[in-house]
């Protein structure tokens, strides 16, 4: 099994539609989560951390649910400029920093 | 611009060669990462650095690949005898690693490495 999965997609979706993406991962003991985005041929962006509360940025809502081990990544009013792949991102916690990316979730956002 | 760097941008090599990159990081950030990501995969964790300290490596990092970062400031990848499975992006990134828990890592452009 794979410490992070996520569904490759891609995504199609019309502008305005709201998309959500799951993530899970395999180490219970991981302690932190983000988000990236990756534009096509360009670096990995921070787009946003995951807190276990959860947390809100505008259009984009992410939640941690540790029973089930997964992270979730809501897009409410998709943007023309949101299309790009969504990599999560886990800290497994084995004593170190070391740092697990999925292989990412492509969406398309059409006109 | 203050952001990370990375060069050379491309590399070209034949499968045999040794190859170095470099990244230098933002300044006043303590840890350094180096990922390797190939297409429709995301970055796979190579190995990182808390200041000029490696601390953890990756099991798929073969004796073939070696980093350094010996004033904890830039650091270098380098790869021996390379091979086309070699072939990928190598990304750095760098966070400032004061908290308990990972933090925000910025990356650099990444240096595209082509074995032929």
């Known amino acids: 099994r794979k410490e992070v999965e996520q569904d490759p997609g891609p995504f199609n979706v019309p502008e305005g539609a709201t998309v959500a993406f799951n993530c899970t991962y395999s180490?219970?003991?991981?302690?932190?989560f983000f988000w990236y985005r990756q534009d096509c041929r360009k670096e990995p962006k921070l787009l946003m951390s995951?807190?276990?509360s959860g947390n809100e940025d505008g259009r984009f809502t992410a939640q941690l649910n540790r029973a089930s081990q997964y992270i979730s990544l809501l897009i409410r009013d998709s943007k023309l400029s949101d299309s790009a792949t969504y990599l999560c991102v886990v800290n497994p916690y084995t004593g170190g920093f070391k740092t697990i990316f999925g292989a990412g979730t492509r969406l398309f956002v059409k006109a | 611009d203050t952001g990370v760097s990375q060069d050379p941008r491309h590399k070209i090599t034949k499968r045999g060669q040794n190859v170095t990159f470099r990244c230098d990081p933002i300044?006043?950030?303590?840890?350094l990462y180096w990922y390797r990501q190939t297409l429709g995969q995301g970055p796979e964790f190579l190995t990182y650095f808390q200041n000029e300290a490696q601390l953890e490596k990756s099991r798929l990092l073969s004796d073939r690949f070696s980093a350094e970062r010996p004033k904890g400031s830039f650091s270098t990848l380098e790869i021996q005898r390379t091979e086309q499975g070699d072939s990928a992006m190598y990304l750095c990134?760098?966070?400032?690693?004061?908290?308990?828990?990972?933090?925000?890592?910025?990356f650099g452009p990444g240096t595209r490495l082509t074995v032929l």
């Open positions: 990134a760098s966070s400032l690693g004061k908290i308990e828990v990972g933090d925000e890592q910025f």
């Open positions: 300044s006043e950030h303590n840890r």
């Open positions: 995951v807190y276990s």
């Open positions: 180490n219970s003991a991981s302690q932190s």
